[in-house]
């Protein structure tokens, strides 16, 4: 199996259908999507959010933010289930969609865990971090102003972010606040949307 040119062992594959399944039989009773992206939930959302482990495929401490129906952070814990490292913090105050995702996790035996919190109130509950994914939460100065505690001074410490064709805009906006370094590494699955990679953290005003 490959996902965005990337060979998924069968271990994996494994994993990411179980997470499928489980995922369908949760979405009938939780609105873990919009609806009407349900019908390309392999395409839309497990191989999009495939592309985070693609950019980052090493074992590192990560930290979901907005996690909602698992995108892309039990996707990112599936993939470090074959690396036997790393690990993904999973941030989601609905305590219906924690409970989705604690069920994600165990049932794929995934790396990662569940903070049933709101994301301001996060970083006083999990430490230090590599790197930082979230995807459809907010604008991008939102993003960075939520993974501020962990990246602030913080060399090491990334931002991955899913961004639409409107990213520009939204790069010109954060920028009236923060300075950081960026790479744009485009999507290979969604036409004009990129994943935005920050670092260097610094805080203007």
Known sequence: MELNGLRVS???QGRLQHFALLFQKWAKTINLVAP?????????????????FQICPRPVTWVDLGSGGGFPGVITAIFLAELQGGWVHLVESNHKKAAFLRT???????RGSVHAIRIEDASAEIGDCDAIS????ADLDGLIAYSAPWMLGKENCRGFFHKGRDYLREIAGARGRWEFDLIEHESAVEQESVILEISNLRRLV
């Open 10 to 12: 069968r271990e994996t």
């Open 36 to 52: 009407s992206t349900l019908d390309a939930l392999w395409h839309r959302h497990i191989a999009d959010s495939s592309q985070i």
């Open 104 to 110: 994600a996790l165990r049932e794929t035996n995934a």
């Open 134 to 137: 979230a995807r459809a939460l």
